[in-house]
């Protein structure tokens, strides 16, 4: 049988063969060793993506039928090391807050040691060193059974329900659930799982408190998504465990523009409008990218104004330098009371994670000057208007006059509608409120449709600015976007 190092060399060199090769490294949490992976696209044949780090070798495989299986391949263990962890593992359990130190500054490494040593084991851990150590390790501080999933960064979604197998969505196969060879073997051991992920946090999870949601950063920030579980038997007959990853570093507008979510011309518009404080709505479906492509649009923002954020937990990833960005957070706590308090800060632009309630009333009733961004789970015109209007009269009341709500649906100056296309998630269709009117024109549909002229007409009227000179300022956008499409760009404005 292949060593670990073996089967890790074998694919990297079978993958740079195919120059489909990408080399990283990824600092494991809470210890000093690296994870080696080798990541790499294979067009066409059975195995569409391939994914390998040190202890398992991830494979998306395609059969004949079509269908999709998504693989976990981990270190073969004999019975002999299976008995040495699992030895281990109960001595770090029983003994937990004996080691509590140790582990927690990193020193895994020497408690398994002085354990193995403990038991008279330790040439038996020295001759299998690195397999035992990555089931520890994967058991203790890292993620049991989903581990190798948490690392692929093909990997936006993981779905754990029971003792069914665990599924998986995959970025180049936006929106589609992936069956994986991964199941936990009762409902016991995904119980004693939802417990440690939650702790991760520092949250308890029992029938006392069956829910909780919370988003997870690794030290070094390589590791970011958000986790919701529920405890089977209280609130459903399953325990669930729902993750949402985050990439490490958020993507840019080139970056999505590369992926083929949006146009050039269409990130360049998003940059305008954030930039001149209008107020823009992203619309869509759950998972299409909204937060994504809402991330791309503040990186551009000016960091010399004041942005102010309000999320019910931390999802944006922002990198904003100095101190012009105020971060708030309702964790459960009342959105609305937030939202009222950012108001009087004054900001230059506010940022609704996700509008849910009266607070969008508030925002669009205020003359604070202010631009605004959030986010809204509407698939089509008709139901964002239906949404949005349902929202003003939660604010102004059921007896609001139809011709008040429809002023204040005016305030909104552009609607952006995300959705998954051909396997990917794209910008679908961008459309530009009337000011006067109330109507809305379409001036962006997927995949490159754009109306620079209806685009400029609508900016004018809202802001006073001539047509021509916003043109020019679009063109300079749009221009810095596309000489800069191959660059690692760090700091923009």
Same mark, same amino acid.
């Given at each position: 049988?292949?060593?670990?190092?073996?089967? =890790?060399?074998?694919?990297?060199?079978?993958?740079?063969?195919?120059?489909?090769?990408?080399?990283?490294?990824?600092?494991?949490?809470?210890?000093?060793?690296?994870?080696?992976?080798?990541?790499?696209?294979?067009?066409?044949?059975?195995?569409?993506?391939?994914?390998?780090?040190?202890?398992?070798?991830?494979?998306?495989?395609?059969?004949?039928?079509?269908?999709?299986?998504?693989?976990?391949?981990?270190?073969?263990?004999?019975?002999?090391?299976?008995?040495?962890?699992?030895?281990?593992?109960?001595?770090?359990?029983?003994?937990?807050?004996?080691?509590?130190?140790?582990?927690?500054?990193?020193?895994?490494?020497?408690?398994?040691?002085?354990?193995?040593?403990?038991?008279?084991?330790?040439?038996?851990?020295?001759?299998?060193?690195?397999?035992?150590?990555?089931?520890?390790?994967?058991?203790?501080?890292?993620?049991?059974?989903?581990?190798?999933?948490?690392?692929?960064?093909?990997?936006?979604?993981?779905?754990?329900?029971?003792?069914?197998?665990?599924?998986?969505?995959?970025?180049?196969?936006?929106?589609?659930?992936?069956?994986?060879?991964?199941?936990?073997?009762?409902?016991?051991?995904?119980?004693?799982?939802?417990?440690?992920?939650?702790?991760?946090? +520092?949250?308890?999870?029992?029938?006392?408190?069956?829910?909780?949601?919370?988003?997870?950063?690794?030290?070094?920030?390589?590791?970011?998504?958000?986790?919701?579980?529920?405890?089977?038997?209280?609130?459903?007959?399953?325990?669930?465990?729902?993750?949402?990853?985050?990439?490490?570093?958020?993507?840019?507008?080139?970056?999505?523009?590369?992926? +083929?979510?949006?146009?050039?011309?269409?990130?360049?518009?998003?940059?305008?409008?954030?930039?001149?404080?209008?107020?823009?709505?992203?619309?869509?479906?759950?998972?299409?990218?909204?937060?994504?492509?809402?991330?791309?649009?503040?990186?551009?923002?000016?960091?010399?104004?004041?942005?102010?954020?309000?999320?019910? #937990?931390?999802?944006?990833?922002?990198?904003?330098?100095?101190?012009?960005?105020?971060?708030?957070?309702?964790?459960?706590?009342?959105?609305?009371?937030?939202?009222?308090?950012?108001?009087?800060?004054?900001?230059?632009?506010?940022?609704?994670?996700?509008?849910?309630?009266?607070?969008?009333?508030?925002? =669009?009733?205020?003359?604070? +000057?202010?631009?605004?961004?959030?986010?809204?789970?509407?698939?089509?015109?008709?139901?964002?208007?239906?949404?949005?209007?349902?929202?003003?009269?939660?604010?102004?009341?059921?007896?609001?006059?139809?011709?008040?709500?429809?002023?204040?649906?005016?305030?909104?100056?552009?609607?952006?509608?995300?959705?998954?296309?051909?396997?990917?998630?794209?910008?679908?269709?961008?459309?530009?409120?009337?000011?006067?009117? +109330?109507?809305?024109?379409?001036?962006?549909?997927?995949?490159?449709?754009?109306?620079?002229?209806?685009?400029?007409?609508?900016?004018?009227?809202?802001?006073?600015?001539?047509?021509?000179?916003?043109?020019?300022?679009?063109?300079?956008?749009?221009?810095?976007?596309?000489?800069?499409?191959?660059?690692?760009?760090?700091? #923009?404005?």
């Amino acid at each position: 049988m292949a060593s670990g190092v073996e089967r =890790l060399n074998s694919l990297k060199d079978s993958l740079v063969h195919k120059e489909a090769g990408e080399v990283s490294r990824f600092k494991i949490p809470y210890t000093d060793r690296e994870l080696l992976v080798v990541q790499g696209k294979l067009i066409g044949g059975q195995d569409l993506l391939r994914f390998a780090g040190v202890g398992f070798l991830n494979v998306l495989k395609r059969f004949e039928d079509g269908s999709l299986l998504y693989i976990v391949d981990e270190w073969d263990i004999t019975e002999k090391e299976k008995k040495i962890i699992s030895l281990i593992l109960s001595d770090l359990i029983r003994f937990q807050e004996f080691y509590y130190d140790d582990l927690i500054a990193g020193r895994l490494e020497e408690v398994v040691e002085r354990i193995v040593k403990k038991h008279g084991l330790t040439i038996e851990f020295k001759l299998n060193r690195d397999k035992i150590m990555y089931y520890v390790f994967r058991d203790t501080l890292g993620f049991g059974l989903i581990h190798p999933l948490i690392y692929d960064p093909h990997i936006t979604d993981i779905d754990v329900k029971g003792a069914d197998p665990v599924r998986v969505k995959i970025r180049e196969f936006a929106g589609r659930w992936i069956d994986t060879n991964v199941r936990f073997p009762d409902e016991f051991s995904l119980r004693q799982f939802a417990s440690r992920v939650a702790s991760l946090y +520092g949250r308890g999870i029992s029938e006392a408190t069956p829910l909780v949601s919370f988003v997870y950063k690794s030290s070094d920030r390589q590791l970011r998504f958000r986790v919701a579980a529920s405890l089977g038997g209280v609130k459903s007959e399953q325990t669930t465990v729902q993750i949402r990853k985050f990439p490490p570093k958020p993507f840019l507008f080139n970056d999505l523009i590369k992926f +083929g979510t949006l146009s050039p011309e269409a990130a360049a518009a998003i940059w305008l409008l954030v930039d001149l404080k209008g107020k823009i709505a992203f619309s869509g479906p759950v998972g299409t990218g909204k937060t994504t492509l809402l991330n791309a649009a503040l990186a551009m923002f000016d960091p010399r104004k004041k942005l102010v954020t309000i999320e019910d #937990i931390e999802e944006l990833a922002l990198d904003f330098k100095g101190n012009s960005w105020v971060p708030y957070y309702a964790r459960g706590g009342d959105f609305y009371e937030i939202v009222k308090f950012a108001l009087r800060i004054t900001p230059d632009l506010l940022i609704l994670a996700e509008v849910l309630g009266r607070e969008l009333g508030d925002v =669009l009733a205020s003359q604070t +000057g202010h631009g605004l961004a959030f986010t809204i789970h509407a698939n089509t015109l008709e139901e964002f208007r239906m949404r949005v209007r349902t929202l003003l009269r939660m604010y102004f009341g059921e007896n609001a006059s139809e011709e008040l709500v429809e002023t204040f649906e005016r305030e909104i100056w552009a609607v952006v509608f995300m959705n998954t296309r051909e396997n990917r998630r794209v910008l679908e269709r961008m459309y530009m409120v009337d000011i006067e009117t +109330g109507e809305t024109g379409m001036i962006y549909r997927y995949p490159v449709d754009f109306n620079l002229d209806d685009f400029l007409k609508q900016v004018s009227e809202r802001t006073n600015i001539e047509a021509e000179i916003l043109g020019r300022e679009f063109l300079d956008r749009l221009k810095f976007i596309e000489d800069h499409m191959d660059d690692e760009l760090e700091e #923009i404005y």
